[in-house]
């Protein structure tokens, strides 16, 4: 345990505070370290310099009992070797880019390509394999971690040196609070997000967790994931989330490969300020989980690519469907969509978002 700017102090079982320890080396050899937030109420986060990615988040059930709502490994070395972006931050551009192209201010860019033909979540080595810097921050009504990571030009094929903070806050009134910055010295695109596979019954698969979307369209894809242009109606089709329901429930009457939902909301907020965009129950645990957010997007991914392949926490067997990610967002492939809101981020321009999940029980 170390000592920060003097946040730092070990956790005891009641008290609230921030402890911090080592959690191994990243390939090249630098320090990985451990932030552990505890609330005044008991909720536990825990997120690693690495990705500045959320290992562990400790929420009660209806009767009190905490349990750890997010997938991820009990070690630094499975996250080294690769994985699904289990709760990291994404960036520089979290979501697709079609055939990993676009053009600015009359200048085409060619970034990595890492999935099929397309560019997906920042490129082959994206925000969530680098290391962030990390500091204790003081909070009115919590305790609160910064991650900064400053993205050099030209890096993934991104125009522009990139500085990006997230500061992950655990709040006494049970919410993870995530706020985003940027700041870019040549117009760049940003879309920063955060990919954490919930689980709110904290074991099984998560068909039977009741979600609502604030969203009464989405923008359909191609078979490759990419937006058609389109925003469509959810009305009569299996992605209408307007009434919450089981996700399992019409889950049979989508026909994409792997089955499953991997698509994106656009909001009826317009993300023009924080607003609600979704809510998830687990009947089980009593879990309830609300998403507030000022961003546009929220994509909705079912986990249908989990394979049994990967043994996350616990020696558990990550199977399809066993978490699903909402990740706040603009939507994808917005540098090639004129009729998208925009991801362009401009000198002297402060890029600012805010999601927040906040938990409680029904
Ligand atoms: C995407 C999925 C992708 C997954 C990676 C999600 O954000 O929408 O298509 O497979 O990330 O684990």
């Known amino acids: 345990m170390l000592i920060v700017a003097g946040l730092c102090a070990p956790i005891s079982a009641s008290a609230a505070g921030i402890e911090k320890v080592p959690f191994g080396r990243a390939q090249d050899g630098t320090e990985v370290d451990l932030y552990i937030l505890k609330n005044d109420k008991g909720m536990i986060a825990k997120i690693m310099t690495y990705g500045a990615l959320l290992t562990e988040l400790h929420v009660p059930d209806r009767e009190g009992r905490f349990g750890d709502v997010v997938l991820g490994f009990d070690k630094l070395e499975p996250y080294l070797k690769g994985h699904p972006y289990f709760g990291a931050t994404i960036g520089r551009v979290g ?184 809510t998830v129950y687990e009947p089980k645990s009593g879990r309830f989980m609300e998403i507030i957010t000022d961003q546009p997007g929220i994509q909705f991914y079912s986990g249908n690519f989990l394979d049994g392949t990967l043994t996350g926490k616990h020696g558990v067997t990550y199977h399809k469907y066993h978490g699903f990610c909402l990740e706040t967002q603009h939507f994808p492939d917005s540098v090639n969509h004129p009729n998208f809101p925009s991801v362009i981020l401009r000198p002297g321009k402060k890029y600012k978002t805010t999601t927040i999940h906040k938990f409680s029980v029904r």
């Not at 019409?250 to 909301?265: E, F, I, M, Q, V």
């Open 95 to 278: 979501n697709r880019i079609a055939k990993g192209k676009f053009t600015l201010n009359g200048k085409t860019y060619t970034l990595a390509c890492n999935d099929g033909p397309n560019h997906l979540h920042g490129g082959v080595k994206g925000f969530d394999k680098r290391v962030w810097q990390a500091e204790p921050v003081k909070v009115a009504n919590g305790v609160a971690v910064k991650f900064t990571y400053v993205s050099p030009d030209g890096e993934e094929g991104y125009p522009g040196t990139l500085t990006a903070t997230v500061v992950y806050i655990l709040t006494n009134d049970n919410e993870l609070r995530l706020d985003y910055r940027a700041e870019t010295d040549k117009p760049t695109p940003v879309n920063l997000t955060n990919h954490s596979y919930w689980n709110l019954a904290t074991e099984g698969d998560i068909l039977n967790h009741h979600l609502g979307l604030l969203a009464d369209h989405y923008t359909p894809v191609d078979d490759t994931l990419i937006p058609t242009g389109e925003i469509a109606p959810v009305k009569g089709t299996p992605m209408d989330f307007t009434l919450a329901h089981p996700i399992g429930d019409r889950l049979l009457d989508l026909t994409n490969s792997p089955r499953g939902y991997d698509h994106n909301y656009v909001l009826n907020s317009k993300g023009k300020k924080l607003a609600l965009a979704a």
